[in-house]
């Protein structure tokens, strides 16, 4: 089995900065797109910032210029740097992952979660 799991959620300030990692562990040939995802409290889950083995990364709206995504493929981890945060940025935030666990079989894999929460 293929399990991704979050690092680095707590509490900070407004415009204090939080640095998340995922790494993804189990039977893993090649891993295609890493994403990171968040849920707010009464809201659905929305795209936060991804990034593929190659090719653009694409980031929401709301976070461009503030957070910064980047993975480390040998290592199968990925990371989102979170700067200038604000209280909208309170969410459980997931990791995404597609692993190909044997070429060209692949499926989608999401980690438990790690809480974010921003203080005015």
């Known amino acids: 089995q293929v399990q991704l799991v979050e690092s680095g959620g707590g509490l900070v300030q407004a415009g204090g900065s939080l640095r998340l990692s995922c790494v993804a562990s189990?039977?893993?040939?090649?891993?295609?797109?890493m994403a990171w995802y968040r849920q707010a409290p009464g809201k659905q889950r929305e795209l936060v910032a991804r990034?593929?083995?190659?090719?653009?990364?694409d980031y929401a709206d709301s976070v461009k210029g503030r957070f910064t995504i980047s993975r480390d493929i040998a290592k199968n981890t990925v990371r989102l740097l979170m700067n200038d945060l604000q209280p909208d940025d309170t969410a459980v935030y997931y990791c995404?992952?597609?692993?190909?666990?044997?070429?060209?079989?692949?499926?989608?894999?999401w980690g438990q979660g790690t809480q974010v929460t921003v203080s005015s």
């Open positions: 990034i593929p083995s190659g090719g653009t990364i």
């Open positions: 995404y992952a597609n692993v190909v666990s044997r070429y060209p079989s692949a499926s989608d894999f």
């Open positions: 189990g039977s893993i040939f090649s891993i295609g797109v």
